[in-house]
């Protein structure tokens, strides 16, 4: 039995024991480990980096533009003057803030419609769920492609696009593991009790979709981060002198050869990014539901 069933029935003695499982894993995993490295640092980069960088990351001095990383300038200045290491951490707020945002809208809408379409079965589960079906007929990122560029380029509508497009997966894992508890005893017993639907949702349900909602959540950030630096490269998200990683990377191609610091900050931010909340998120998974890591080992 995983952690994850054992801690279904609401109490606290299986909240610690998924608590127990996570840290136990972070310590004896070191894939695992290295994904909260990174995670942790980011936050930390995104939190005081601003703070400590002596730089500026939007001010233009044209006489130091393209020059070499430096003890001045670790990681160079572009084409306008702008240091780049003061970019990377600026940017590093931005993509995190939106990253935390949108994967928080997604988690609300789609746990919303789950735990509905779940408990309230018939025809508003049919309606729910078709509608679901309809959207994950589109390639998410080409979706928000289209929703962004209707809106036009910004990055409150990339969020908005990116948000919109996304909470499709958390409604059908809510939905399916609300449907598996919904006919357990101590559910039809508090309903027999007469306990109101809002205590119901609060008191039995929603804690037991919070395990595998944590996991789709941490590895969502790492796709939303990706997905907005790519929507950016190409014009439709953050908008210069805005120090965003993908439109750094935008600014930085026409000098790949000449000055690759440019492109090549940015692009190891982002990977470095994804890795850890990919590697996080696998672990969680792994931490939570043993029977997964098993699986994906037999293959």
């Known amino acids: 039995m995983s952690v994850l069933e054992d801690a279904r029935d609401g109490d606290g003695a299986g909240r610690r024991q998924v608590g127990r499982a996570i840290v136990g894993h972070l310590r004896h995993n070191p894939f695992t480990s290295a994904g909260g490295i990174i995670v942790v640092v980011l936050g930390v980069v995104a939190i005081v980096g601003p703070v400590v960088v002596p730089h500026d990351p939007t001010t233009q001095t044209l006489q130091n533009r393209l020059q070499a990383p430096s003890l001045v300038h670790p990681l160079g200045t572009d084409q306008l003057g702008r240091d780049v290491l003061a970019r990377i951490v600026y940017g590093a707020r931005y993509s995190l803030g939106i990253a935390l945002l949108v994967t928080a809208i997604r988690v609300v809408i789609g746990t919303g419609v789950g735990l509905v379409a779940g408990y309230a079965g018939g025809w508003i589960d049919e309606i729910l769920m078709r509608l679901v079906d309809i959207q994950l007929a589109f390639p998410g990122l080409v979706l928000a492609l289209v929703v962004a560029g209707i809106l036009g380029p910004s990055l409150r509508n990339v969020m ?140």
């Open 160 to 299: 908005i696009a990116l948000a919109v497009v996304g909470w499709t997966t958390y409604a059908r894992v809510v939905r399916g593991s609300v449907l598996s508890i919904r006919e357990r005893e101590y559910v039809a017993a508090a309903k027999l009790a007469g306990t109101p639907r809002r205590r119901l949702f609060r008191r039995h349900l929603l804690p037991n979709v919070v395990n595998p909602v944590l996991v789709i959540a941490t590895l969502n950030l790492g796709t939303v981060i990706l997905a907005t630096a790519g929507l950016s490269f190409i014009g439709l998200g953050a908008q210069p002198p805005t120090p965003e990683w993908g439109t750094m990377l935008s600014d930085g191609r026409n000098h790949l050869r000449s000055a690759w610091w440019i492109v090549n900050a940015p692009g190891v931010a982002i990977m470095l990014t994804v890795l850890g909340f990919n590697l996080l998120g696998d672990g969680l998974r792994d931490a939570l539901d043993p029977r997964q890591q098993t699986k994906l080992e037999e293959v």
